[in-house]
C-alpha cells in the first residue's frame, strides 16, 4: 500500500454548474441566477446555505436538499448542463459543509459559492424587456461584475481550481 496524504475535506471541494439567467425582470428580482429547474434563485453575490423543508440539515442521504455541483467540467457536459443558448451560464463553484458525493460524478453540498464562470460561444444580446423601457434582462457579462468574479474558460478548470486549493471530491 503506497502512503498518500489523507484529503483535508476542511478545505472548500471543486465543482462544475450550470444555471439559467433570470428569464423575467420579475425572476431577476430574486438573483440572476436560477436553477435549471427554475425552483431556486440564487441571491447576487451570496454564498448559498441549504436548508431542508423537512428540517434536518442538509444534505442528507434519502432526501433531495443540498446544493448540487458536477466534480468537473467533463461530467456537466456528459450529463447536458452545458450551455446552449444564451440563457444558460455555466461556472466553478467552491462546496463546503456537510457534503455527499453523488454516483454519478456529482456532489451535494450544504453551502456553495460561485467562483468563476465559463465562457461560451453564445453572447448575451441586450433584450429590453418592455420596448422602450429601457429595462434589460440580465447578461453574463452582468452576472460576472455582480458576483465580482472572473470569466474562465473551461479548459482552465483544473489550473483555476488548483490556484484557489479546492480539493477535487
Known amino acids: 500500500m503506497e502512503d498518500r496524504p489523507v484529503p483535508d475535506y476542511m478545505q472548500a471541494i471543486a465543482g462544475a454548474r450550470a444555471w ?9 428580482t430574486g438573483g440572476i441566477l436560477w436553477s435549471m429547474a427554475m425552483l431556486n434563485h440564487w441571491r447576487d453575490g451570496e454564498e448559498i446555505v441549504a436548508k431542508c423543508e ?7 442521504p434519502g432526501c433531495s436538499c443540498g446544493v448540487y455541483a458536477w466534480r468537473n467540467v467533463e461530467r456537466m457536459f ?43 460561444p453564445y453572447p448575451s444580446p441586450a433584450e429590453e424587456v418592455l420596448e422602450g423601457s429601457g429595462v434589460y434582462l440580465p447578461t453574463k457579462e452582468e452576472a460576472a461584475r455582480v458576483y465580482d468574479v472572473p470569466i474562465v474558460e473551461y479548459e482552465d478548470f483544473e489550473g ?10
Open 20 to 28: 439559467q439567467m433570470a428569464p423575467t425582470l420579475w425572476a431577476r
Open 54 to 60: 423537512v428540517g434536518h440539515l442538509a444534505p442528507a
Open 78 to 120: 456528459k450529463n447536458g448542463y452545458n450551455p446552449h443558448d444564451h440563457r444558460v451560464i455555466s461556472g466553478v463553484v467552491a462546496g463546503a459543509g456537510r457534503v455527499i458525493r453523488g454516483d454519478m460524478g456529482y456532489w451535494v453540498a450544504e453551502r456553495v459559492v460561485v467562483l468563476a464562470f465559463f465562457r461560451d
Open 160 to 169: 483555476f481550481c488548483d490556484d484557489y486549493d479546492l480539493v477535487r471530491f
